[in-house]
């Protein structure tokens, strides 16, 4: 029985690196389906001759680099995103229903951009980027609303999960406001960025949600076993050494990061941050250095197969890719609970 | 390991749930702390272990301390063995390292919960739980051992295996350790010391023939008991009835 439990704790870890190997694998494959699929109906020979550099019709490259690269990229980023952003917000209030969208701070990005759509003419920014940096800035409001909640003394998770959803009502209450002061176009260009789109999508913008998160991943994985520890409760996590207030408040500003810039580009996406933590849980448990990048994995993968949804839908046309993930989210929830339910 | 409290208080807002406890712990002992509910036995822990602000001293010397709340039910998808491993959490970096495993593995095997290592902690029943929280304080180290209510909802089976086997420990490791019970019986058997509050002041502290007597006992809980020696030497504490 020597070394059985350490043994035994390889194996299992082994595993896991194999579950994550897996997700990738099928991460590559919907990557290659995403570039493939569109309304241009381009041949799959066609494609690859154009991402080999070897196709002679402009058109072809400009749609394959121009658009069809840009927005299956911007899935692969925001979805990890929004996946990474969800796991640490369950780990963070120790609530499996926590995610950046049911505690507010999409909705505060979706009032952000609203009110950059009404006002944003007064400002010197073209509007290609003052909705953005509007949305990114309101879910930056929205975070700190709940985390300031959490530095009350005696801020209870219970406290900031109360706190989220209240800000989640408040937020939308006020984009209510907004969409009742604007004209119908106004109002026509918010409903529809809060039905969340990647058809906005260019190489600039996806290099700026991608160094978002290759800076904040590492820097939460420096925190992965204090993280981990969290799980236990805050008693017990402040008596094996955790700093609880500070670490959920460095957590709190990961989340807000990485919220803030995947939203912005793409509108409000929901169930990718609530359901990709609770895929990649089932699959590699709750370590955070293998649940942090599982679900970004995970959630990749999730908003990359949606964004093939979308275009197959109706055949010729794009989907808004919010309501094909909540229209697939929600069954997929539905049937986790049912799983998860059995297994306990 | 020796700790020495003097006239250590605790306050929250304006309730004073310990009040002026001076007492010293000695190494390789266990001291058990009993009293009512709200006696202020929970808080003097966490203030010994550091983790609430408190008036007084608190002499620690260098001791690294081990402290284990209440059980309570815990959601969390982790396996007894990474829970017994984030007992190493000040030394754990991104890759495990040896030394970190070898201390959790040897802490699961003292406490004889090897097997257990791969099991999901929600998969466990109390006793077991407790085990594993148990082995976690234990691989972190500790030369001083705090343990709040080790034994609350376990049957009386668990509950003897956990105590003697922390009073083993104890002697093994020549820790420091209090652990706080309410079975006053389990007080009497497997504690070298009883330290008994009321309303967060120290009532008595000593031997447990020497606190675990009725008239002390009527004081703190409001009850008539009869104190008896059982068939093994140990005191044993029948409760009769409510003072009028």
Redesign the interface.
């Known amino acids: 029985?020597s070394?059985?439990?350490?043994a035994?704790?390889r194996v299992?870890n082994a595993r896991r690196m194999l579950a994550s190997l897996a997700a990738s694998g099928a991460l590559v494959t919907c990557f290659a389906a995403d570039i493939a699929t569109g309304p241009a109906m381009l041949s799959p020979a066609a494609v690859l001759r154009s991402l080999a550099g070897m196709a002679s019709d402009p058109m072809l490259d400009a749609i394959v680099w121009s658009l069809r690269l840009p927005i299956a990229m911007m899935a692969v980023v925001v979805g990890a995103a929004l996946g990474i952003s969800g796991a640490v917000m369950q780990t963070i209030l120790?609530n499996?229903l926590a995610s950046s969208y049911t505690l507010g701070i999409s909705a505060g990005a979706g009032f952000g951009a609203a009110l950059a759509i009404l006002f944003g003419a007064a400002l010197p920014v073209p509007q290609a980027w003052s909705v953005p940096i509007a949305a990114f800035v309101f879910a930056g409001v929205a975070c700190s609303l709940v985390a300031g909640v959490g530095r009350m003394r005696h801020a209870t998770p219970e406290l900031l999960v109360l706190a989220g959803i209240a800000c989640l009502f408040l937020f939308q209450a006020l984009l209510s406001l907004l969409q009742f002061l604007a004209s119908p176009e106004a109002l026509q260009q918010i409903v529809f960025w809060l039905f969340g789109s990647l058809q906005r999508s260019s190489s600039a913008k996806v290099a700026i949600v991608g160094v978002v998160l290759t800076v904040v991943l590492p820097v939460l994985?420096?925190d992965?076993?204090?993280l981990?520890?969290l799980?236990?409760?805050d008693?017990?996590a402040?008596?094996?050494?955790?700093r609880v207030g500070s670490l959920r408040l460095r957590a709190f500003v990961a989340v807000s990061l990485l919220t803030g810039a995947a939203v912005a580009f793409v509108g409000t996406i929901g169930f990718i941050g609530l359901v990709a933590p609770h895929v990649a849980?089932m699959l590699v448990?709750?370590?955070q250095?293998h649940l942090l990048p599982a679900s970004a994995l995970f959630g990749a993968l999730l908003l990359s197969a949606a964004s093939v949804v979308s275009k197959l839908i109706i055949p010729g046309t794009v989907f808004p890719i919010g309501i094909v993930t909540a229209l697939i989210g929600v069954p997929f929830f539905g049937w986790l609970i049912a799983m998860s339910g059995r297994r306990? | 390991m020796t700790v020495a409290l003097r006239n250590v208080s605790v306050l929250y807002g304006k309730r004073r749930a310990v009040s002026d406890v001076t007492l010293s712990l000695a190494a390789g002992e266990v001291l058990a702390v009993v009293g009512p509910n709200g006696s202020g036995k929970s808080s003097l822990l966490r203030a010994i272990a550091g983790l609430i602000a408190h008036g007084g001293t608190i002499d620690r010397g260098h001791a690294a301390v081990g402290y284990m709340p209440q059980d309570h039910a815990i959601r969390a998808a982790l396996t007894a063995f990474e829970i017994v491993l984030l007992g190493r959490l000040r030394s754990l970096s991104f890759r495990v390292g040896e030394k970190d495993l070898a201390a959790a593995q040897a802490a699961m095997r003292e406490l004889g919960i090897e097997a257990l290592s791969g099991r999901r902690i929600g998969e466990l029943s109390g006793g077991q739980r407790q085990l594993v929280f148990m082995a976690q304080v234990l691989a972190g180290d500790p030369t001083v051992l705090l343990l709040d209510e080790p034994t609350g909802a376990l049957d009386i089976a668990h509950q003897l295996q956990v105590l003697a086997l922390l009073r083993e420990v104890t002697r093994q490791r020549h820790l420091t350790t209090l652990v706080v019970l309410h079975d006053l019986n389990a007080a009497a058997r497997h504690a070298d010391r009883v330290a008994l509050l009321d309303g967060g002041r120290l009532v008595e502290t000593g031997c447990p023939a020497g606190v675990l007597r009725p008239d002390l006992l009527r004081l703190a809980f409001g009850v008539e008991t009869a104190v008896m020696t059982g068939p093994d030497g140990h005191l044993v504490v029948v409760p009769l009835g409510v003072c009028g």
């Open positions: 029985m070394g059985s439990a350490i035994g704790w299992a120790n499996p994985l420096t992965a076993w204090r981990t520890a799980q236990l409760g008693e017990r402040g008596a094996l050494g955790v849980r448990g709750e370590d250095r306990s």
